[in-house]
């Protein structure tokens, strides 16, 4: 699949077959995600890969998202921004940190998207429990929650459909008000 079909096929998803993902695929996905480009050359981030029923269950809790518990695996994406403090200023090293796993994220998600997976990137978590139930250390914080697996299609599965209508943003060598 080249990297357009991928991204067109991508779609966020919540329930999964219970079917396992391959190692190697979990490392080709782990391998795109730090083959993102890096503000400074500097990879902050890590992984937490998640298989354990109760543990996944109880990041569904946490992450207020039923059903994720469904898939194979959980790829929690955790930064040590101390890493990015060291090179640059506060407001760039906020900033950065937050583009950096972005990046990695989006790869992951796109590289699942063409082995035929779906996936969740999910941000809005309590990130004392989390940390706490995944024993993350106080100076991480977590990026993201990735349920990644086969999807279940008569489960909870989003539309692909258009995503944007381009006339009203996209601009032609200067900004105009694309006006209807
Ligand atoms: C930064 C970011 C944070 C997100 N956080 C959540 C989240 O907390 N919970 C959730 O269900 N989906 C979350 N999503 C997924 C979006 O809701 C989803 O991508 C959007 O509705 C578009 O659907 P699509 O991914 O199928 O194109 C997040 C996506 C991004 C990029």
Not at 12 to 37: G, M, Q
Not at 51 to 71: F, M, V, W
Not at 110 to 124: K, N, P
Request: hydrophobic share 40%.
């Amino acid at each position: 699949m080249d990297v357009y079909d991928a991204i067109t096929k991508r779609r966020t998803v919540y329930s999964f077959l219970a079917k396992e993902v391959s190692e190697d695929i979990i490392l080709k996905l782990i391998d795109s995600a730090v083959r993102s480009p890096t503000a400074g050359g500097i990879r902050e981030y890590e992984f937490i890969i998640v298989t354990n029923p109760a543990l996944k269950l109880e990041i569904s809790k946490i992450s207020l998202t039923p059903h994720i518990d469904s898939a194979p695996l959980i790829i929690v994406v955790i930064c040590d921004k101390s890493k990015m403090d060291a090179i640059f200023d506060k407001e760039d090293s906020e900033t950065f940190c937050v583009e950096n796993a972005a990046l990695a994220i989006e790869n992951l998600l796109l590289v699942a998207s063409s082995y035929g997976l779906g996936s969740a990137w999910i941000a809005t978590l309590q990130q004392d429990e989390i940390k706490k139930t995944l024993a993350i250390p106080e100076k991480y914080k977590v990026r993201g929650i990735i349920p990644i697996g086969y999807i279940k299609e008569e489960g909870e599965v989003k539309p692909i459909g258009p995503k944007a209508d381009l006339s009203k943003i996209v601009h032609i060598e200067k900004f105009n008000s694309n006006a209807d």
